[in-house]
Structures are given as C-alpha cells and as structure tokens.
C-alpha cells in the first residue's frame, strides 16, 4: 500500500482494483474473494431454490426486483502510478453499449484507481464492470423460506440454507 495510508482505504484500493467482493460473513469474519475467484468458485448454485424437490422451497411473496442504485456506465480506470505519471485513462471497449446505457439510465459514474500493472487487466476489469453493472440486475429484495410442508431431505436442505448462506454464495 501507499506511506501513510489507512488499513481501511488500503484494503478498499485493493478490493477496487479487480472489483472482488469485500464482505463479513455470518461467522463475522472479514472476507475477500477476487473477481476470478468468483467467477470460478461454483461450477454450480450453492443453493437451489424452487417449489420442487429437491430444490429448497419458498414463499410466493417473493419479491423481485431490478435495482437502477446499482448501474455503471460511465466507467473510468485510472491506473495508479507510482513516479507520479500521468496514464490513460481506461474506459469499456464497446462505445455503443455504453452509450445506449447512457441514453437509457442516465450516466451512471464509477471511478476506480488501479493498482493492478497489467494493462489488458485493467481493460478486462472495466469491460467485466461494464458487462454486469450496464443494466439494473434483477435480485431478489427478500426470500423466505418454506420449511413446513418440506419433506425430510429438503427440511434439512432449508436448514442449512438458513444457517449458513454467505453474501458471496450463488442461488438459482
């Protein structure tokens, strides 16, 4: 990290440049994963939802929702220099998905300092941002879960969905 700065920011610059997941797990341990950490951790759902077995069931109330607070499109990636240099800034490749973003959720800013050396990294970090964060994602506002008329194996699935799901897990 750079003299003089706090653990905190320090941990968030590192977090930033390769868009990991910074998170307290339910055992309230700090936890980090990095982007390709997450993107290969599962080769399938942790947790299997649904209203058959052996899926873990749930209530109809459900509720599903496309969150615009989560939009980026106006994505820039300052890669840090350590000499002071002034670097090009790094932008999504694809100008026209950007743009009908823009037109679509207005401009939408995120602004990373890098600290990662790799150029093409960096390029890869602010087209996997632009990839997910483009467009509102749909996620689920809240779940709850459907134990009382589960049979055995998926009471005992609900239970350890309840007990011991983890920001960082994959649900379908």
């Known amino acids: 990290s750079g003299g003089g700065q706090q ?31 997450l993107a290969s951790q599962y080769s399938s759902p942790v947790w299997q939802l649904g209203p058959t077995s052996p899926r873990i069931p749930y209530y109809r109330e459900i509720e599903w929702v496309s969150d615009p607070q989560h939009v980026y499109n106006a994505i820039t990636i300052a890669p840090l220099s350590p000499s002071g240099a002034s670097l090009p800034l790094i932008t999504p490749s694809d100008g026209t998905d950007v743009e009908t973003s823009q037109s679509r959720y207005g401009a939408q800013p995120l602004q990373i300092t890098s600290w990662l050396q790799s150029s093409s990294e960096q390029q890869a970090q602010a ?10 994602q749909r996620h689920v506002e809240q779940v709850k879960i459907d134990a009382s008329a589960a049979s055995p194996a998926t009471l005992a699935a609900s239970w350890e969905l309840v007990m011991g799901v983890n920001v960082g897990d994959i649900a379908q």
Do not use: R
Not at 19 to 26: A, E
Not at 127 to 136: D, M, S
């Open 7 to 37: 653990c905190g920011a320090a941990i968030q610059n590192i977090q930033e440049s390769d868009s990991g997941l910074l998170y307290v797990d339910n055992q309230n341990n700090l936890m980090y994963f990095q982007k390709s950490h």
């Open 127 to 136: 087209n996997w941002l632009f990839a997910n964060f483009g467009t509102p």
